[in-house]
C-alpha cells in the first residue's frame, strides 16, 4: 500500500455559503470519520504549515487578499463576481486550504508520503489575482505548483485540472509559464466560457497550456479515451518533477451543474494513470486539491474512489 495523505479541517465548515451548492455540508461528506466507513484505512493528518499569507502574496495582489480579510471581518458577503459567498471564517477557512496544499507538499517532498489528497474548502482554481470568482477565493494549486518551485527547489510541474469547469484561474497564474503544464478536460460551453482549445499558452509558455473542451453529453468512455490519448502522453513527454490534480467531481453524471456522464470508474481510471505517470517520470509524487463536485453522494464516493485508488499499490 502506498502512504496517501488525506486532509480535512474543521474550519472548512465554517466557511458557511448558506442555500449555495458549494455548501458546509460538502465538507461534511468529507469528515475523516464519515470517509472512513468507505475508505477504513483512510490516513487523516493535521495541517503543519501555517504561512499561506505569503504564499498567497506571491500570486495574488495584496489589494484583493486585504479585502478578502476585511470583508470576511466585517461578517462576510459577496465577493467580486457575486458568485462566491463568504462569511466572517471564510478568510480562515481559505487560509486553511492553502495551509493543507503546502503541508501535503512538505510530506511529499520529504518522501513521508507518496500522495496526497487535500478536501478543504474554499476550491481555488477560478480565483484570479485581483479578484474572487466561482466559488474560489484564492489559487489553491498554482500557490502549491509556486511552493513547490521556491521552497522545494523543483522546475518542472503539471496540473491536470479535471473539475468540469474550465480552471480559468489557473491557466491564467501560468498562461506565459513554460515550467507548469497546465491541462484541463472541461465541458464547453460552459461557464466560465474559456478553455478552447486554441488556448494554448503564450510568449514563453506556449504549449504549456493544454484545454480540451468536452461536449455536454459526451459519454463515459469518449471522455476517457480523450483522457488516455491527449492527457497521459502531453503529461508525461513534459515530464514534471510534480504531478497536481486540480480535483473537482462536477463532472460525474449526477451532478447539478454540468451534463457530462462520469461515474466513479471514470475517476478511478484517471487516478490509476495519472498515478502511472508520476510514478514513470517524477517518483509517484501526486497532489489532489478538492474544486468542485455538488451532488453530495456522487462527491463523496467519488473523492472515497479516488482516494483508495491512491492509497492501493
Ligand atoms: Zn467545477
Given at each position: ?100 496544499a503546502?503541508?501535503?507538499a ?35 494549486v498554482?500557490?502549491l505548483a509556486?511552493?513547490l ?8 510541474i503539471a496540473i491536470v485540472d ?78 514534471p518533477?510534480f504531478l497536481i490534480v486540480s ?39 501526486l497532489i489532489s486539491c ?24
Amino acid at each position: 500500500m502506498t502512504r496517501t495523505f488525506y486532509y480535512w479541517d474543521a474550519v472548512s465548515l465554517e466557511h458557511d455559503t448558506g442555500a449555495h451548492v458549494e455548501c458546509i455540508e460538502r465538507s461534511e461528506r468529507l469528515r475523516p470519520e464519515k470517509m472512513r466507513k468507505l475508505v477504513p484505512e483512510l490516513d487523516a493528518r493535521p495541517i503543519e504549515v501555517h504561512n499561506a499569507r505569503d504564499w498567497i502574496l506571491k500570486l495574488h495582489l495584496p489589494d484583493y487578499h486585504d479585502f478578502v480579510e476585511k470583508t470576511c471581518e466585517n461578517g462576510g458577503g459577496l465577493l467580486d463576481h457575486g458568485d462566491t459567498v463568504t462569511s466572517p471564517r471564510s478568510y480562515d477557512a481559505a487560509l486553511a486550504s492553502v495551509n493543507a496544499a503546502l503541508t501535503a507538499a512538505d510530506a511529499v517532498m520529504t518522501g513521508e508520503a507518496d500522495h496526497a489528497v487535500s478536501v478543504l474548502r474554499p476550491p481555488g482554481h477560478h480565483a484570479l489575482p485581483d479578484c474572487a470568482m466561482g466559488f474560489c477565493l484564492f489559487g489553491n494549486v498554482a500557490i502549491l505548483a509556486r511552493y513547490l518551485q521556491e521552497r522545494h527547489g523543483l522546475s518542472k510541474i503539471a496540473i491536470v485540472d479535471w473539475d468540469v469547469h474550465h480552471g480559468n484561474g489557473t491557466q491564467h497564474f501560468f498562461y506565459s509559464d513554460p515550467d507548469v503544464f497546465f491541462v484541463s478536460l472541461h465541458q464547453y460551453p460552459l461557464w466560465p466560457g474559456t478553455g478552447r482549445s486554441h488556448e494554448r499558452g503564450e510568449g514563453p509558455g506556449e504549449g504549456a497550456t493544454l484545454n480540451l473542451p468536452i461536449a455536454p453529453f459526451t459519454t463515459e468512455t469518449d471522455f476517457l479515451s480523450k483522457f488516455e490519448t491527449v492527457v497521459l502522453p502531453a503529461v508525461t513527454d513534459f515530464r514534471p518533477e510534480f504531478l497536481i490534480v486540480s480535483a473537482g467531481y462536477d463532472a460525474h453524471r449526477d451532478d447539478p451543474l454540468a451534463q457530462l456522464q462520469l461515474t466513479e470508474d471514470g475517476f478511478i481510471k484517471m487516478t490509476q494513470w495519472l498515478k502511472g505517470v508520476a510514478g514513470d517520470v517524477c517518483d509517484g509524487r501526486l497532489i489532489s486539491c478538492l474544486e468542485g463536485g455538488y451532488n453530495l453522494d456522487a462527491l463523496q464516493n467519488s473523492v472515497a474512489a479516488h482516494t483508495r485508488t491512491l492509497m492501493t499499490s
